[in-house]
């Protein structure tokens, strides 16, 4: 099987769904697209190595698009880019950010997807610290033998590693929370929202 992960800037996967490519990764083939190198938020050279060093760690195959971080456009070409990238990875699941979000290009990501990707079979959203609250998760994985992985590849993005937003031990808080609404104590798990299913 091919999954691909699609995200705004490095690091948004990392939050939303890397547990599970990192438990999916040993039977499938994991592939990345990030929209922009992040250059809003550190050095461009920086965030590029740091989501390098991410993506080895469960070999996946990483490219970023070259987007204007910030101000990633919503329109046929963008589209037309995305959906010809999808063609050629052939993925059986995509998994991209919430249209609910409160950072514009998140929403400008996962509406671009929707329309790229309308031919593949299982889309899911995953959630990260910007994802508003009418998030209501309908699909989950449990992480928690792969949570470890989650945490070193988040802890790639060494630039990012002062602000609020990275903060392993809430990030761990929200895996244990997503336990709960699973009835799974003492487990960790990944969240995600089913946009499109079929079997």
């Excluded at 889309?123 to 989950?140: A, D, G, K």
């Amino acid at each position: 099987m091919v999954i691909l992960a699609i995200g705004a800037h490095p690091d948004d996967i990392e939050f939303g769904c890397y547990g599970t490519l990192a438990k999916l990764r040993k039977s499938n083939d994991i592939f990345f697209l990030v929209f922009t190198a992040g250059e809003l938020g550190g050095p461009k050279h920086e965030r590029i190595l740091e989501t390098k060093k991410s993506a080895k760690i469960i070999n996946a195959n990483l490219e970023i698009l070259g987007y204007p971080d910030g101000n990633i456009p919503v329109n046929p070409k963008t589209i037309d880019h995305l959906a010809k990238k999808i063609v050629e990875i052939n993925p059986d699941i995509v998994f991209t950010l919430y249209p609910l979000d409160s950072h514009q290009d998140h929403r400008a990501v996962s509406v671009i997807t929707i329309s790229a990707s309308r031919n593949i079979k299982k889309i899911l959203f995953y959630e990260v610290p910007q994802t508003e609250r009418c998030f209501s998760p309908n699909y989950f994985y449990d992480i928690t033998d792969c949570f470890k992985l989650k945490k070193e590849a988040l802890n790639c993005h060494k630039t990012q590693i002062n602000k609020p937003y990275l903060d392993i031990d809430e990030i761990e808080g929200l895996a244990r929370y997503r336990s709960y609404q699973c009835f799974a104590k003492g487990r960790l798990f990944e969240a995600f929202e089913i946009y499109w299913l079929i079997e």
